[in-house]
């Protein structure tokens, strides 16, 4: 395994960057921002699902409250003007409606957090995962371990120093990114090294930073968690359709921390297991399987 890692070392020297996982080419892109776009990311996790449904239920509350307040300044402006109105009231307070102003707000908020809490406490509540992985910040790159299986990579922008550019748009970036698999329009969301993970099976990421802060974030999944020095915080998703979701790290962390994207694919079971084999070949220190050697006292 180790003359293989060192060949392709050499190779790479004399051919220009060599990118692991140049398979699943084939897959579409789904979660990835859109020029002009507003809105959400379609949602490809039940938590993402949750947080749009959220968003529009407070949306409309707030669009509601919104008209509300402006009819009744509106309403004042003409009924109590100087003209209509060019004696003022002299009364100082109104009891029943000063109640109505505390009551009314205090029940607004009652009624969201009824069901804004249960959606956060879904995703604080960590799940039985069926994939584990470890998600490590950098400046300026990822590096993710999946810890069940003891093999971890680094995960750097198509583009960056570490992949033979600047962080600038070039012929070569992108030819780089079509061989890869992706458009020429990923720039600066598609890493050389992707996250894979099975569809539909629970993911716990463990994220933690080892310098400053940052944030493991894909939008299309719901998830988000600052990555700090010395702490180990866990999200998790259940992904439901096979594709690619990009994300960003979420938290300022320096001079190019708009090169710091995620990049996740979602393969069928079958898939995984054999893109998983060949990465504990490629990466892993020691065979799964291999046996644990004893020390003898003799």
């Known amino acids: 395994m180790k003359l293989k890692t060192m060949l392709t070392g050499v190779l790479a020297a004399f051919a220009g960057p060599v990118f692991a996982q140049d398979s699943f080419t084939d897959l579409p892109v789904i979660g990835a921002p859109s020029n002009g776009g507003i809105g959400f990311q379609s949602a490809a996790t039940e938590l993402a699902r949750d947080i ?6 407070v949306t409309v509350i707030i669009t509601g409250i919104v008209i509300l307040v402006t009819a009744l300044l509106a309403f004042c402006v003409v009924r109590y003007n100087s003209k209509t109105n060019p004696k003022p ?3 100082t307070h109104n009891s029943p409606l000063e109640i109505a ?3 009314g707000p205090i029940l607004v908020l009652v009624f969201i957090g009824a069901f804004s809490l249960p ?5 604080q509540e960590i799940p039985e995962g069926d994939v584990y992985i470890k998600a490590t910040g950098y400046q300026w790159y990822w590096n993710h371990e999946y810890m069940d299986d003891g093999f971890a990579f680094d995960s750097y922008m198509i ?4 992949t033979g550019g600047d962080n ?3 012929e070569e970036v992108e030819q780089q990114l079509l061989d890869a698999g992706y458009a020429p329009e990923h720039f600066r969301l598609a890493t050389d090294t992707a996250v894979v993970v099975p569809v539909n099976k629970t993911i716990v990421i463990q994220v933690t930073g080892g310098d400053v802060i940052h944030s493991w974030t894909i939008p299309a999944f719901g998830v988000k968690q600052d990555a700090v020095p010395g702490r180990l915080a866990e999200l998790w998703f259940t992904p439901e359709q096979e594709g690619v979701y990009f994300g960003q790290c979420s938290e300022l962390c320096g001079i190019a921390h708009a090169y710091m994207p995620i990049t996740v ?3 069928s079971q ?6 998983k084999a060949d990465m504990i070949e490629e990466y892993a220190e020691a065979p799964a399987d291999a046996p644990v050697q004893v020390a003898s006292a003799e």
């Not at 749009?52 to 239920?57: I, N, V």
């Not at 583009?159 to 570490?162: K, L």
């Not at 079958?270 to 893109?275: A, L, S, T």
Request: charged share 20%; no cysteine; proline share 3%.
């Open 270 to 275: 079958e898939e995984y297991d054999v893109w």
């Open 168 to 170: 600038s748009y070039s």
């Open 52 to 57: 749009h449904w959220l968003d529009g239920m």
């Open 119 to 123: 959606v956060l406490f879904k995703q």
């Open 159 to 162: 583009g960056s120093p570490a």
């Open 89 to 91: 009231g002299s009364f």
């Open 101 to 103: 102003w505390t009551v």
């Open 265 to 267: 694919k979602v393969v």
